[in-house]
């Protein structure tokens, strides 16, 4: 799941991010984050934030009834972050 998540912003998110890490390592003041990372950080985190709360909300007495608090909760992460970093290929079902 963090692999998938992390993954889920591209090369150009992670690059401006490596460079204002440096920047603050060699102690300078990195400049302010790209319109494009700050939209994509923030549409990322609120994504996974509303769609974890969804499915935690829809499923808390169905399939997860049986689950103790803490695997809820990783579960229904689990489930929102699967739902928005792999897409629907329509390739594969015949669809396209």
Do not use: Y
């Not at 984050?33 to 969804?54: D, F, K, P, Q």
């Not at 049986?66 to 489930?79: D, H, T």
């Amino acid at each position: 799941m963090t692999l998938v998540i992390l993954g889920g912003p591209g090369f150009p998110v992670h690059d401006e991010l490596l460079r204002r890490a440096r920047l603050r390592l060699r102690g300078e003041r990195p400049p302010r984050l790209s319109l494009h990372s700050r939209v994509v950080l923030i549409t990322t985190a609120v994504l996974l934030a509303v769609g974890a709360a969804g499915f935690l909300a829809l499923e808390w007495c169905r399939s997860m009834d049986s689950l103790s608090w803490p695997v809820k909760e990783l579960a229904s992460l689990f489930q929102s972050a699967m739902t928005r970093t792999e897409g629907f290929n329509e390739e594969r079902v015949g669809i396209g």
